[in-house]
């Protein structure tokens, strides 16, 4: 007998569901998806349980016909892709035709739906993957469907999920994403039967950030807009003090595509350098948008990862949209300190530096600095001030209390000072490095 089988329908979408699933809020984000992609006007989330005992999207879209219905729970079954050429110029969310089957695999699902050309809508009840009771039933235009206790077939996958608050976190933080992308579609969050989010159609982005992040905090963002090559990056960013030590508020879109990018990370990251220290993060909603055929979308099944044909002109676009936009609302862009501010950063490190703190560190040259400001190595010198720099708004604050010495220079490096080899006689930059432990170490060893 051939040991070689073909899986059955049923395992091999819970096998996908492996990746597809990972968390109610995935459940989520692909009904929410197909919502969109339906056209809805309008979509309303509840949870219950952070979602673990109900998911139920709600949308006004075009709805499906009863055998479109049933056609939608088959592996492979998407209404979005018809050709290998469609691949490289996605318009909608999905395009893989197996978030439902996976997540039908997995629960106890409801769908209840209806199109305009239909007088009956239809139900369908499918529990763990198999297709139960699927009835016609009176229903507006649009659909419905209500994932009930997640994974409750797959008792280890059950376990991996996390805290109520956490689970709930991502549901909130998903649907904050979509609607921040969608400022004309209406949506709301229930959460245990209270209301978290209420956002009505509104004209802008500005108008759509008010309703979900509050004034307090889009007051404080400066607009992104900026264009080059055929990519075009806006958005909102926070200035530079605003330091965040996660990156939560970082609200990242790929042609309206909610994407955890790397990429993206790093290219904020670099349109802040030098203004805040590492290990923390500005608030930033960005939409980068561009053809489609310069990025795939298909990199991974739960579709937050995009890859990008020019990665490098995204990067450098999203970086000068960042500078620009800090630049126009006069926020120091570089906050190098001017020369004569030296020993003041000296003096500001030392009184949060203990000295035991220093002399126990690993770099006893700057401990000696930080002991005495007048005795700082002659390496430990400001960049030159370039005419181009906007007005120097100095930008230093003094290290948290319990900062090493080494971590002060680190910081020093931080807000663009240089550490230079001069003992040696080169002028030559050791670098005005960020991560600045490797920095200190090489500075010492040409130092000594
Ligand atoms: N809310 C909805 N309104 C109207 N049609 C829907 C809705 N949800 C799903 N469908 C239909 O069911 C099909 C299957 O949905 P499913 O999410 O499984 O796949 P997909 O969206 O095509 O691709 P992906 O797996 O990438 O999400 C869709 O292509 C769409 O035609
Ligand atoms: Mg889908």
Request: glycine share 6%.
């Amino acid at each position: 007998m051939s040991k070689v089988r073909v899986l059955p329908e049923h395992l091999a979408n819970t096998i996908a569901a492996g990746e597809v699933v990972e968390r109610p809020a995935s459940v989520a984000k692909e009904l929410v998806e197909n919502a969109l992609d339906a056209g809805a006007r309008r979509v309303d989330i509840e949870i219950a349980s952070a979602g673990r005992s109900l998911v139920r999207v709600v949308d006004d879209g075009e709805g499906m016909t009863r055998d479109d219905a049933i056609l939608s729970f088959e592996r492979h079954a998407t209404s979005k892709l018809k050709t290998v050429e469609d691949l490289s110029n996605i318009l909608t969310f999905g395009f893989r035709g197996e978030a439902l089957p996976s997540i039908a695999s997995v629960s106890k699902l409801t769908l209840t739906t209806r199109v305009a050309t239909e007088a009956a809508g239809t139900q369908i009840v499918i529990t763990g993957g198999r297709l139960g009771n699927v009835r016609d039933v009176a229903w507006p235009v649009g659909t419905e469907i209500s994932v009930r206790d997640l994974f409750f077939n797959v008792p280890a996958r059950r376990k991996f999920l996390r805290s109520d608050a956490t689970e709930s976190f991502h549901v909130t933080n998903l649907v904050t994403h979509y609607a921040l992308a969608n400022p004309g579609v209406a949506f709301t969050l229930v959460s245990n039967g209270r209301e978290s989010i209420r956002a009505t159609p509104v004209g802008t982005l500005r108008e759509r950030a008010y309703q979900l992040l509050g004034p307090a905090t889009v007051d404080r963002l400066v607009e992104l807009d900026a264009e080059a090559s055929g990519i075009r990056v806006r958005g909102f960013a926070s200035n530079p003090q605003e330091q965040r030590t996660s990156r939560d508020a970082q609200y990242l879109f790929v042609n309206g595509r909610f994407v955890r990018d790397q990429s993206l990370g790093r290219a904020i990251a670099d349109g802040y350098r030098s203004m805040m220290p590492s290990g923390t993060y500005p608030a930033v909603v960005l939409f980068v948008e561009l053809s489609p055929e310069r990025i795939d979308v298909n990199v991974h099944p739960a579709k937050t990862e995009v890859r990008f044909r020019d990665e490098h002109v995204v990067r450098s676009t999203v970086v000068a949209a960042i500078r620009d936009a800090l630049e126009r609302a006069r926020m120091p862009v570089t906050s190098f300190p001017a020369p004569d501010n030296v020993p003041a950063m000296v003096a500001a490190a030392r009184d949060e530096v203990s000295i035991a703190d220093a002399v126990t560190n690993d770099a006893p040259s700057i401990a000696a600095s930080v002991a005495s400001p007048a005795s700082a190595p002659s390496w430990l010198t400001p960049p030159p001030v370039r005419a181009s720099q906007p007005a120097l708004d100095l930008d230093f604050r003094p290290p948290a209390p319990t900062v090493s010495a080494t971590e002060a220079l680190e910081r020093f490096v931080e807000t663009g000072g240089v550490v230079e080899d001069d003992r040696a006689g080169s002028d030559e930059p050791v670098g005005a490095v960020h991560q600045g432990l490797p920095v200190v170490r090489e500075a010492r060893r040409r130092t000594s």
